[in-house]
């Protein structure tokens, strides 16, 4: 069965800096997509970031670019989100997702597994 754990979520004042870690088990994901998502209290789920599972290129929403880095490690099954420079705009549960593909996409419809999600917390 496969199966996707989010781990590094925090409380963190801002300007502070997290990482999230997603495993990932039950199947190989190196050349699937990966993604991070979020949803903040009364918001709709939004796409954060997207690495391919091709050339590992990137992918990230206006909003955290140059503060979020997602990376992966295939050799570990495991994937990365590194968030800097917090803001408490940043708040959310965050969720990994592997792609049904290689591409990577804003589209949550293209993402096949997804874990239970992370709190992330940031304070003013």
């Known amino acids: 069965q496969v199966q996707l754990v989010e781990s590094g979520g925090g409380l963190v004042q801002a300007g502070g800096s997290l990482r999230l870690s997603c495993a990932a088990s039950g199947r190989t994901f190196s050349g699937y997509a990966m993604g991070w998502f979020r949803r903040a209290p009364g918001k709709e789920r939004e796409f954060v970031a997207a690495?391919?599972?091709?050339?590992?290129?990137?992918y990230y929403v206006d909003s955290v670019k140059g503060r979020f880095t997602i990376s992966r490690d295939n050799a570990r099954n495991t994937f990365y989100l590194q968030m800097n420079s917090l803001k408490p705009e940043d708040t959310a549960v965050y969720y990994c997702?592997?792609?049904?593909?290689?591409?990577?996409?804003?589209?949550?419809?293209?993402?096949?597994?997804w874990g239970q999600g992370t709190q992330v917390t940031v304070s003013s």
């Open positions: 690495i391919s599972g091709s050339d590992s290129r990137t």
């Open positions: 997702a592997a792609g049904r593909t290689y591409v990577a996409t804003m589209n949550p419809a293209d993402f096949g597994s």
